[in-house]
């Protein structure tokens, strides 16, 4: 390739990088805009809007709402797709492709019909829309990522260090919590914030089994239904923030944690 | 190593005939664990059951049994069912998406726009993940595939709200515009399905990029030079080699991609107009209602669920065929 194409294909990466980052620079920077109206260009800066966001009761307890059920779902998924995991790698079976077909399935079905299958569900089963409901389909929608990761990691796991266990007396259950767990947890510690983040910035699935309590999600949609203000950018920016910080501190520890257990 | 090494000792302990005094030892020798243990391990085929029920009814109640419960509600009359009212099954709710436009437009609607971004985002994305796997420095590219996941990181409505305040009529778009004097009135981006598109292919490029990025990182340099040096121009080194060696990337990232947009439900709301109204749209109008609308919903977002998979699984064939077709 010549030297032209090469610094062609070069912008090209940067025009990206400026594609996916300059939104949310301006949307960051129009939540210090001193008016009301949104749009360019900004005059005069303030920090009114975060400071009401941090007294706003509602902001904050919905943030808290957001928080506690991306944990409860994330301990779900992290479990059960830990174990689907451990069933399907490495054993041969009748029915496992059939087993692992149902296992990736919530993550293939498109957002509203996985959102209108849980409500359909849930009211079946006499389950109320709220909290929940929006923790167990978060749960079940997460799971196929948990086992997809846990299955790349423990398809590299050597199988001689379970077989010394169990030669020198641990039972299978011992086995697997001394030396299949610990091999396990940079992959359990990967998926479980990559789960957080997805239930986190759900929104088609926190908006139809939600009760009268939004997620943050939500409550961004709604008060972006009824006019933009720079209010919702500050509060953007916040969960933008959490987000984005919570992403960026994974990937780090995850990757000095593969890392040391590699080595 | 420290495994090893507590797992020598224990040995050591257990040959001089002293109780392993650590949590372990202590668990692995109190009787009613024992017992269970053993009745757990009695022999493989048990072992297997024990460890295989949760899974298997796990997927069959919760991954599946959905999906199953809106095909059955799909099938009857009234939903929920009321005090004294008899449910009928009936493929009403199925003949009523043919008959009415406003159902089957937006339907098709969604399934072109689908179509349509995921061929954008394909385009748009391949030269950048080209140049991460081919140009940069292995240290650099993990540096450089990380600078493009953080926005991702970010949600569905924040990164939506962030593209209406970029096209809005008092937007960075139009003010830049205005001020380099290209225009006097704003263009109306919003609303429309440009302004869509825009929002889908945001939300939606990762996606395609991390399977491209993999299939080409996995490409060995030395085909190129192999080409190369046969005589084949940059073109046909990209048409020949390239571009047939990554069609798996692409399949995959085109079938996710495809799969996420149809089902965007905020995004088109929020950023699509009254003519640019999807099925997404359509089908969460049943759910806003009272309940007896339901039947209908469910009816609809089977269609478009079995479509979806139809399309995307001879998509899949489709590829195949091709990679075979060149390895020949």
Redesign the interface.
């Given at each position: 390739m010549n030297r032209g194409n090469r610094i062609l294909i070069g912008c090209t990466y940067w025009a990206f990088v400026l594609y996916v980052f300059v939104p949310l620079l301006l949307m960051i920077l129009m939540g210090f805009k001193d008016s009301k109206f949104i749009g360019f260009p900004i005059r005069s800066w303030t920090l009114d809007w975060y400071t009401g966001v941090f007294s706003d009761g509602e902001v904050l307890s919905t943030l808290g709402y957001s928080l506690v059920i991306a944990v409860l779902s994330t301990l779900i998924s992290v479990a059960v797709g830990t174990w689907i995991a451990v069933l399907l790698e490495g054993r041969k079976f009748l029915g496992r492709t059939a087993i692992f077909g149902l296992t990736i399935l919530p993550a293939l079905i498109p957002g509203i019909i996985s959102a209108i299958a849980f409500r359909i569900y849930a009211r079946w089963l006499g389950v109320e829309p709220g909290m929940g409901a929006i923790i167990w389909s978060h749960a079940v929608h997460n799971v196929p990522f948990v086992a997809l990761v846990v299955m790349a990691r423990l398809s590299t796991l050597p199988k001689s260090q379970i077989e010394a266990a169990r030669d020198l007396g641990a039972d299978p259950i011992i086995a697997f919590l001394r030396i299949t767990l610990p091999y396990l947890v940079p992959a359990i510690l990967g998926a479980s914030i990559f789960c957080l983040l997805l239930s986190f910035d759900d929104f088609v699935r926190s908006f139809f089994l939600g009760g009268y309590e939004p997620t943050l999600p939500v409550l961004i949609f709604a008060k972006l239904r009824s006019g933009m203000s720079p209010e919702i950018n500050a509060i953007a920016t916040v969960a933008l923030v959490l987000t984005a910080g919570l992403g960026i501190w994974a990937e780090r520890f995850t990757r000095r944690m593969k890392k040391e257990t590699n080595t | 190593m420290r495994?090893?090494a507590t797992?020598?000792a224990?040995?050591v302990a257990?040959a001089r005939g002293k109780a392993d005094r650590t949590f372990?030892g202590r668990?692995?020798s109190w009787t009613p664990y024992r017992s269970l243990?053993r009745l757990?391990?009695a022999s493989p085929r048990r072992?297997?059951l024990i460890?295989?029920a949760?899974?298997?009814l796990?997927?069959?109640t919760?991954?599946?049994?959905?999906?199953l419960?809106?095909l059955r509600?799909s099938l009857t009359d009234a939903?929920?069912v009321a005090v004294g009212v008899e449910q009928h099954f009936t493929l009403d709710n199925y003949t009523r998406f043919f008959g009415e436009r406003i159902f089957w437009q937006p339907f098709f609607r969604t399934l072109t726009f689908a179509g349509v971004l995921t061929f954008c985002t394909l385009i748009?994305?391949y030269?950048?993940a080209?140049?991460?796997a081919r140009?940069v420095s292995r240290k650099n590219q993990m540096l450089?595939l990380?600078?493009?996941?953080?926005?991702?990181?970010?949600?569905?409505?924040?990164?939506t709200?962030?593209?209406?305040?970029?096209l809005?009529?008092?937007?960075?778009v139009n003010?830049a515009l205005k001020w380099l004097g290209w225009i006097d009135e704003p263009i109306p981006f919003m609303y429309t399905s440009f302004s869509m598109g825009i929002g889908i292919v945001?939300l939606t490029?990762l996606y395609m990029l991390l399977p491209l990025y993999s299939a080409l990182e996995k490409l060995p340099k030395s085909y190129h030079e192999a080409a190369a040096d046969l005589g084949a121009g940059?073109w046909t080194r990209f048409r020949r080699v390239t571009l047939p060696l990554t069609l798996e990337g692409i399949s995959s990232g085109c079938t996710l991609v495809f799969?996420?947009s149809?089902?965007?439900?905020?995004t088109p709301v929020?950023l699509g107009g009254p003519s640019t109204t999807v099925f997404?749209e359509t089908?969460?109008g049943f759910?806003h209602t009272a309940g007896d609308e339901?039947p209908t919903?469910?009816a609809f977002?089977t269609i478009?669920?079995l479509t979806?998979?139809v399309l995307t699984g001879v998509f899949q064939k489709l590829m195949q065929s091709l990679r075979k077709g060149d390895t020949k």
């Open positions: - | 495994n090893d797992a020598s224990n040995r257990v372990w668990l692995a243990v757990a391990t072992q297997f460890l295989a949760f899974p298997l796990w997927v069959l919760q991954h599946l049994g959905p999906m419960q809106m509600v939903y929920p748009l994305t030269p950048v080209y140049f991460l140009h450089m990380l600078l493009l996941l953080i926005p991702f990181w970010v949600g569905e409505i924040v990164r709200y962030a593209i209406m305040i970029l809005g009529n008092t937007g960075a003010q945001y490029a940059a799969l996420i149809t089902g965007f439900y905020a929020l997404s089908i969460a759910f339901w919903g469910a977002a478009m669920f979806a998979m």
